[in-house]
């Protein structure tokens, strides 16, 4: 059973503080703050690291699904967009939009997106994201 980690460290109060987020793999640090989370300033947030699990995760889950029907992705292009909202208890993830292109030679187009919307519902970072009100695709065969 493969076990993966990150931690994070926060200095100060919620508006004026800020935190760094780091990959136990050493794949990557970066710096993030209430204005890089909330507003559009500069480092990254919790929620941009989501997309990128998320979008790297479907991607593989969608090789999978279309190696098990018979098929050998040449490529899969992924962006995922997380969508936090706030509400009346606060800000949650709302939505997750998954965006992705795929050049599968001898594919048919019905195949894919089959193929598309089953790896979506497998992808182990979609079921992890079960509180999320929904999480929608468009795939694009190349």
């Given amino acids: 059973m493969a076990v993966r980690s990150a931690e994070a460290v926060w200095e100060g109060s919620l508006r004026e503080g800020t935190g760094t987020m780091k990959m136990a793999s050493g794949a990557y640090e970066g710096q993030y703050s209430f204005s890089s989370r909330f507003e559009?300033?500069?480092?990254?947030?919790?929620?941009?690291?989501i997309a990128a699990a998320h979008a790297g995760c479907y991607s593989m889950a969608l090789s999978g699904e279309l190696g098990r029907a018979?098929?050998?992705?040449?490529?899969?292009?992924?962006t995922a967009q997380v969508h936090l909202t706030k509400g009346d208890?606060?800000?949650?993830?709302?939505?997750?939009?998954?965006?992705?292109?795929?050049?599968?030679p001898g594919i048919d187009e019905n195949t894919f997106q089959e193929q598309a919307e089953r790896a979506k519902d497998g992808c182990p970072i979609?079921?992890?994201?079960?509180?999320?009100?929904?999480?929608?695709?468009?795939?694009t065969l190349l």
């Fill in 70 to 78: 018979g098929f050998t992705p040449e490529r899969i292009h992924t």
């Fill in 40 to 49: 559009e300033g500069e480092g990254t947030n919790p929620e941009e690291l």
């Fill in 89 to 104: 208890n606060g800000f949650r993830v709302t939505r997750v939009h998954l965006i992705t292109e795929a050049r599968v």
């Fill in 126 to 139: 979609s079921q992890a994201l079960g509180a999320v009100d929904e999480i929608t695709l468009d795939a």
